[in-house]
């Protein structure tokens, strides 16, 4: 099975050295994958140019022409977190066409996995603002062209911080079921379980808050008995994955107790669902640590390559069973106050 790669990043710093998103990252996720040895199975797919309409499908026009001058200007903070240089918009839209390339090159070909190698992030841009050192909504630009074509999109997000810019895109549409694992409390204070979907999407948001200093065998749990149900039914045509792995034990930006194993664990379980060969691509979020950042996407790329890793055990805790009941129950509570409430409404 091949390997679909596009790599689209800023290869400018912050003015302050010490901010976690900085080019270095890329270097590590390309050590991660240079450690595959893949050989002539490795593809690198050439740029692709995004369209004005595929980017306002997902993002305001107002918004997008704001960024742009704002880039041009100069550029700036644009929030505590949230930095732009002069060349970022440029480099914001060669990501948002990265994820593109990629998809219709596995389309091209019916097989191998993508996986996109991008700075900044996208998950938390939402329609007309950028935050949480996003730009732009790579995976959601990604995901609405595949909309625009009839497919059914699964987009499972396992970043430590929730995806709440994606979330907010997808709300109100049936056909994407968004899938996320993350720390709860955290930035940005989304992603309760109760946040389960627009009255026209209900249960197309499966949101699994995961305590501070959760393990790898609580994630899979909740994950396998939580999510993959409503995924079964849902019956995606095709899988796009928010590949954050600031969740490792050795990120600074949060709390959970996952190591590279279980990232490739969740990766095999989220791979079950893929329909076909050629339906896969993964978006590289966050992942602060270098090393944990390279090891885990060496781990994650094996599993859905269906080779065996051997790497950092996986991460057990005490048993957990009760969080995964109180999840469900915050889950169908919110789920039947929507359709009562609907219900209401209708007569």
Known sequence: MVLVVNQAYDDSGHEDSGHPERPERVSAVRAGIDDLHLGSD??????????????????????????????????????????ATFSSWPVAKQAAGAGLAVIEE??????????????????????????????????????????????RVLIVDWDVHHGNGTQEIFWNDAEVLYVSTHQWPLFPGSGAASE?????????????????????DILRQAFDDIAAPVIDSFSPTWVLVSAGFDAHRADPMGDLHLTSNDFAAVASSVANFVPRPG???????????????????????????????????????????????????DRLAAIEALYSSHDEEST
Do not use: K, W
């Open 42 to 83: 490795l593809i690198v797919v050439p740029d692709r140019v995004v369209t004005r309409e595929e980017l306002t499908r997902v993002h305001d026009s107002g918004y997008l022409e704001e960024l742009a001058a704002y880039c041009y200007e100069g550029g700036g903070d644009l929030d505590q977190d949230t930095y």
């Open 106 to 151: 596995l389309h091209r070909r019916g097989d191998g996995v993508g996986f996109v190698v991008t700075r900044p992030p996208g998950h938390h841009a939402l329609r007309d603002r950028a935050m949480g050192f996003c730009l732009l909504n790579n995976i959601a630009v990604a995901a609405a062209a595949l909309r625009s074509l009839g497919e």
């Open 196 to 216: 389960v979907g627009g009255r026209l999407a209900i249960d197309r948001t499966v949101n699994i808050p995961l305590s501070p200093g959760a393990t790898g």
């Open 279 to 329: 339906r896969l691509a993964m978006f590289l979020e966050g992942g602060y640590d270098l090393d944990a950042l390279r090891s885990s996407v060496h781990a994650t790329l094996r599993s859905v390559l269906g080779e065996a890793v051997a790497t950092e055990q996986s991460s057990r805790g005490e048993p957990r069973g009760d969080y995964v009941t109180r999840v469900q129950r």
